[in-house]
């Protein structure tokens, strides 16, 4: 499967942001759909992650209550609702899909990687 993310953008801190992830071919339902993120001089790190189905979801404690995912097994797209930005949401931020991952958190688990969108959020 090939991920396309998009939707990143500069922001104010509060601000929000949606970003998409679009995936192509028709296995799409099959994937635990997930979000990460990397900020310069930093390791990757878990923001969430969706079921196939999308009836769970599972998120990093510094997104939690701020970020939303979802997804859309006909339009073969998963979302990433951003709300009250700070600036320490600044990164790159990466889509990835995995069959059946034991650890949604951990990254090792994913089989498929977008290309990444930048958010900078400004003070």
């Known amino acids: 499967v090939q991920l396309q993310a998009s939707g990143g953008g500069l922001v104010q801190a509060g601000g929000s942001l949606r970003l998409s992830c679009a995936a192509s071919?028709?296995?799409?339902?099959?994937?635990?759909m997930g979000w990460f993120r990397q900020a310069p001089g930093k390791d990757r790190e878990f923001v969430g992650a969706?079921?196939?189905?999308?009836?769970?979801?599972d998120y990093a404690d510094s997104v939690k209550g701020r970020f939303t995912i979802s997804r859309d097994n006909v339009k073969n797209t998963v979302y990433l609702q951003m709300n009250s930005l700070k600036p320490e949401d600044t990164a790159v931020y990466y889509c990835?899909?995995?069959?059946?991952?034991?650890?949604?958190?951990?990254?090792?688990?994913?089989?498929?990687w977008g290309q990444g969108t930048q958010v900078t959020v400004s003070s």
């Open positions: 990835a899909a995995a069959t059946s991952p034991p650890k949604y958190y951990s990254f090792n688990y994913y089989d498929y």
């Open positions: 071919g028709n296995t799409f339902s099959r994937y635990v």
């Open positions: 969706i079921s196939w189905s999308g009836g769970s979801t």
